[in-house]
């Protein structure tokens, strides 16, 4: 039962990091206008299974009015809200706090931040600590996601080497971080680890209508087809994307859609990225927007 929605609300970011999984950054475009934010919180409703919204990008903050606004009309439509940010606007705890303080107002009890050091190298953990610290000011909670650049685990008399690390290689990711990396066997990436795609309870909306199953992997458009009714008509096994994957995970999407292939990759993220990209033109409409893929 789908029980939030998380707004990309614009993939443009002030970084343009190798680890993230958007391919977002300073030249990316795809921004909600307010009449849109309403459009899906309207239609979130209208479920009656969605209980919270999310504002994450790109970097969210960078459209600051109308994040605020956006969220105001999600707790008058009675809808609990986040955000996640990396937090470049706390450059002091006044700061953090003078940009806290409406959001506090508003009803938002926690925000998440993401500071380490893919973000900001040896200044690492100086965000954090100002924005916990003005938010403990305000009663409001701050939560930190850290990512460390992937690294490996050298083998042993038992184990082959690994890669250790929390980056999901998606996106940008999949193209920048994976080289090098030890790989395993193709045929062995059975299932997806990492998202519900059969019954999500988490989805992702951009600007564009896509809603996002996982990055890039799409439901449908709801500006083509209302959510409600895409809920209702969602078939797993009938996607042509997510149908191999449940049923063998990235490895059987290749073998069902015949992909020509590496030996290994570093992950099934990596195996299942390559094969979405490559099947983009047949399936324009599943494996949405180009750009998440790196692509214009």
């Not at 109308?66 to 105001?72: Q, V």
Request: proline share 6%; charged share 20%.
């Amino acid at each position: 039962m789908l029980e939030s929605i998380h707004f990309l609300l614009s993939y443009t970011c002030n970084f343009e990091c190798d680890h993230c999984f958007l391919y977002c950054g300073p030249g990316a475009g795809g921004t909600f206008k307010i009449e849109q934010i309403c459009n899906v919180l309207d239609q979130a409703v209208e479920t009656g299974s969605v209980k919270g919204v999310c504002f994450e990008g790109g970097e969210p903050m960078l459209y600051y009015p109308l994040m605020l606004e956006g969220i105001r009309q999600a707790r008058q439509r009675g809808l609990s809200a986040g955000i996640v940010t990396n937090a470049y606007w706390a450059t002091s705890e006044a700061d953090a706090e003078l940009w806290l303080r409406p959001l506090h107002e508003l009803g938002v009890k926690s925000i998440t931040m993401s500071d380490d050091p893919l973000h900001y190298g040896s200044n690492a953990g100086a965000h954090k600590q100002r924005v916990e610290a003005a938010a403990a000011k305000l009663g409001m909670g701050a939560g930190v996601i850290c990512t460390n650049r992937p690294a490996v685990q050298a083998a042993t008399a038992t184990e082959p080497a690994k890669v250790v690390g929390s980056v999901m290689f998606r996106g940008r990711a999949a193209d920048k971080l994976t080289e090098g990396l030890p790989v395993r066997p193709w045929e062995s990436f059975t299932r997806c680890t990492h998202e519900k795609l059969e019954a999500p309870s988490r989805v992702h909306v951009d600007s564009f209508g896509n809603v996002h199953l996982c990055q890039g992997l799409c439901m449908g458009n709801l500006w083509q087809t209302p959510l409600k009714q895409m809920l209702a008509e969602y078939d797993p096994q009938a996607h042509p994307i997510v149908g191999p994957i449940l049923r063998g995970g990235p490895a059987q999407l290749v073998r069902e859609r015949g992909l020509d292939h590496a030996e290994g990759y570093v992950d099934e993220c990596h195996l299942c990225h390559v094969a979405r990209k490559a099947l983009m033109p047949r399936y324009a409409k599943e494996l949405a927007p180009p750009q998440v893929y790196g692509t214009k």
